[in-house]
């Protein structure tokens, strides 16, 4: 069944079934299912749907754009980079006379001044400041955590992994991907709580997870996030 509102159409099933109230769900496809006790009218699911809608579209598109992958970035004015959690702008300024590319960012808007406005040179100028950030809240985080464990990492190193988002070796060496600066704080701070956490446990096995859980009791959150939204982690 197709109902369009506000110039947007969404097509959804509908399944009655034993229950007091209807109930939305959204799938790894991006389809929408309502479940409805027996005998609701369809104005009633109509309503339902129309007071959510704003909710539903928005679900659906970011399950169709993770399901599709990330859309290959342009580096003009006003397309928006994650960071910290939150999508912003860029704003791009040509300064021929600057030593190097550089990225500020005034709390609404990542600023990128550049010699050349070649796509390449900016992209790098954004990687530069994820990994500068990324250092810089990795370190303030182990710092805040320390007071857990008894040892201390031996070397913080951000890397470029297409894999995992931090690692630690046998000789406490931790690292970090460079796009945690992209995900929430407190996500970055799973990630760090977790790569500590195998300074004790080298393994994952259910010590490591009840110290996980003790230092971050809401933990499985930060993974869903993460799991959830890292395909527009991207430059």
């Given at each position: 069944?197709?109902h369009?509102?506000?110039?947007?159409?969404?097509?959804?099933?509908?399944?009655?079934?034993?229950r007091?109230?209807?109930?939305?769900?959204?799938?790894?496809?991006?389809?929408?299912?309502?479940?409805?006790?027996?005998?609701?009218?369809?104005?009633?699911?109509i309503?339902?749907?129309?007071?959510?809608?704003?909710?539903?579209?928005?679900?659906?598109?970011?399950?169709?754009?993770?399901?599709?992958?990330?859309?290959?970035?342009?580096?003009?004015?006003?397309?928006?980079?994650?960071?910290?959690?939150?999508?912003?702008?860029?704003?791009?300024?040509?300064?021929?006379?600057?030593?190097?590319?550089?990225?500020?960012?005034?709390?609404?808007?990542?600023?990128i001044?550049?010699?050349?406005?070649?796509?390449?040179?900016?992209?790098?100028?954004?990687?530069?400041?994820?990994?500068?950030?990324?250092?810089?809240?990795?370190?303030?985080?182990?710092?805040?955590?320390?007071?857990?464990?008894?040892?201390?990492?031996?070397?913080?190193?951000?890397?470029?992994?297409?894999?995992?988002?931090?690692?630690?070796?046998?000789?406490?060496?931790?690292?970090?991907?460079?796009?945690?600066?992209?995900?929430?704080?407190d996500?970055?701070?799973?990630?760090?709580?977790?790569?500590?956490?195998?300074?004790?446990?080298?393994?994952?096995?259910?010590?490591?997870?009840?110290?996980v859980?003790?230092?971050?009791?809401?933990?499985?959150?930060k993974?869903?996030?993460?799991?959830?939204?890292?395909w527009?982690?991207?430059?």
């Amino acid at each position: 069944m197709n109902h369009t509102y506000l110039g947007e159409t969404i097509r959804f099933e509908i399944t009655y079934k034993n229950r007091k109230s209807i109930g939305i769900s959204i799938d790894s496809y991006g389809d929408v299912h309502v479940s409805a006790p027996k005998k609701t009218s369809d104005e009633q699911v109509i309503n339902v749907l129309e007071s959510n809608w704003d909710a539903i579209l928005q679900k659906v598109n970011e399950v169709k754009a993770r399901f599709n992958g990330p859309e290959e970035k342009v580096y003009e004015n006003d397309e928006h980079f994650l960071y910290l959690g939150k999508s912003y702008p860029i704003n791009i300024r040509q300064d021929s006379h600057a030593k190097q590319d550089y990225v500020s960012f005034d709390g609404a808007v990542l600023h990128i001044t550049a010699k050349h406005l070649d796509n390449e040179a900016l992209k790098q100028s954004l990687k530069r400041f994820y990994y500068q950030q990324t250092k810089a809240l990795v370190e303030e985080s182990i710092a805040s955590y320390q007071h857990h464990f008894k040892t201390k990492p031996r070397s913080i190193k951000i890397t470029d992994s297409p894999t995992t988002w931090g690692t630690c070796d046998s000789n406490l060496r931790l690292t970090f991907n460079w796009k945690l600066a992209m995900a929430p704080r407190d996500v970055l701070d799973y990630v760090v709580v977790h790569e500590m956490c195998h300074m004790v446990h080298l393994n994952h096995d259910r010590s490591f997870w009840r110290l996980v859980g003790k230092i971050m009791p809401d933990y499985k959150d930060k993974e869903r996030w993460l799991a959830l939204s890292n395909w527009k982690m991207t430059v």
